[in-house]
Antibody, heavy 122, light 108 residues
Framework: EVWLVQSGGGLVQPGGSLRLSCEAS????????MTWVRQAPGKGLEWVSV????????GYADSVRGRFTVSRDNSNNALYLQMSSLRVDDSAVYFC???????????????WGQGTLVTVSS | EIVLTQSPATLSLSPGESATLSCRTS??????LVWYQQKPGQAPRLLIY???NRATGVPARFSGSGSGTDFTLTISSLEPEDFAVYYC??????????FGGGTKVEIK
């Protein structure tokens, strides 16, 4: 069965840093683009970042560019989101998700992690 | 940035009724439109990709249509488990990928 299991959320002060992890199983991780999407409490979905299969192509939302860094370790089937200079408005549930087609950047996402809560507060 | 506008914001219906959800984009996205379902406390679930293709395991009562700037998600006969929030997303131009604001389908 295909799974994405997330970890790394928590409470952090404004200006602090946090790293989120997303571990994949049940599929050939290295063949799929991956994305991060967040959802502030009671709000809609906001795309954060995407990374291609080999990490060569990366995209960020304007709201996080320069502060967040997405990466992947294909040998360990893991996706990461390094978040720094965190702001109160970064508080959200963060989801990782898998691209729908192998070896492509088709940005539809068919498998999602369970989500991890990041709270930025003093 | 392509802006997606979903309507209505809330749809109040009874089980067995049909639901029609709209998603309009600020510029053409051809057929690169995706629909997700999200229930409280859960991750989104992929329903429809490329405007009209049902994802694996999605019941036939869900159908998508449209192209260009106007898209529709139809649920032909609402089951109790269909009451949820539905989001559209365009995948033509990125960054940024963009989502609509969501339509909540609630029990009347």
């Amino acid at each position: 069965e295909v799974w994405l299991v997330q970890s790394g959320g928590g409470l952090v002060q404004p200006g602090g840093s946090l790293r989120l992890s997303c571990e994949a199983s049940g599929f050939v991780f290295s063949n799929y683009a991956m994305t991060w999407v967040r959802q502030a409490p009671g709000k809609g979905l906001e795309w954060v970042s995407v990374i291609s299969t080999d990490g060569a192509k990366i995209g960020y939302a304007d709201s996080v560019r320069g502060r967040f860094t997405v990466s992947r370790d294909n040998s360990n089937n893991a996706l990461y989101l390094q978040m720094s200079s965190l702001r109160v408005d970064d508080s959200a549930v963060y989801f990782c998700a898998k691209g729908i087609r192998a070896d492509s950047l088709d940005m539809a996402f068919d498998i999602w992690g369970q989500g991890t809560l990041v709270t930025v507060s003093s | 940035e392509i802006v997606l506008t979903q309507s209505p914001a809330t749809l109040s219906l009874s089980p067995g009724e049909s639901a029609t959800l709209s998603c309009r984009t600020s510029q053409s996205v051809k057929n690169y439109l995706v629909w997700y379902q999200q229930k409280p406390g859960q991750a989104p679930r992929l329903l429809i990709y490329d405007a009209s293709n049902r994802a694996t395991g999605v019941p036939a009562r869900f159908s998508g249509s449209g192209s260009g700037t106007d898209f529709t998600l139809t649920i032909s006969s609402l089951e109790p488990e269909d009451f949820a929030v539905y989001y559209c997303q365009q995948r033509l131009n990125w960054p940024p990928l963009t989502f609509g604001g969501g339509t909540k389908v609630e029990i009347k």
